[in-house]
């Protein structure tokens, strides 16, 4: 909830958000569109959480989010391009 809350304070839309278990700790995918000053604060913001052990912005995905719009879906294993990831 934490690593929502601090996108949700921006008011960022999250178009997509993925939660998985992995081993002893949860991964987090989010998508949203942000510009460079705001990774650099969410990841500064998601660092200070404590239990967040791993921070790690991915590239654009424009080309891919685009396709989604034309009703071509997408594996989840191509969705984080552009997504931040926090493992927690």
Request: glycine share 4%.
């Amino acid at each position: 909830m934490r690593i929502l809350s601090a996108a949700s304070r921006r008011g960022i839309d999250l178009p997509y958000v993925q939660a998985e278990p992995v081993e002893q700790s949860h991964k987090v995918t989010l998508l949203m569109h942000v510009n460079a000053r705001q990774v650099g604060q969410l990841c500064r913001d998601w660092r200070a959480i404590v239990d967040v052990v791993d921070v790690r912005p991915g590239a654009s995905i424009k080309e891919l989010w685009d396709h989604a719009y034309l009703g071509v879906t997408l594996p989840p294993e191509s969705v984080p391009a552009n997504a931040r990831t926090a493992t927690a």
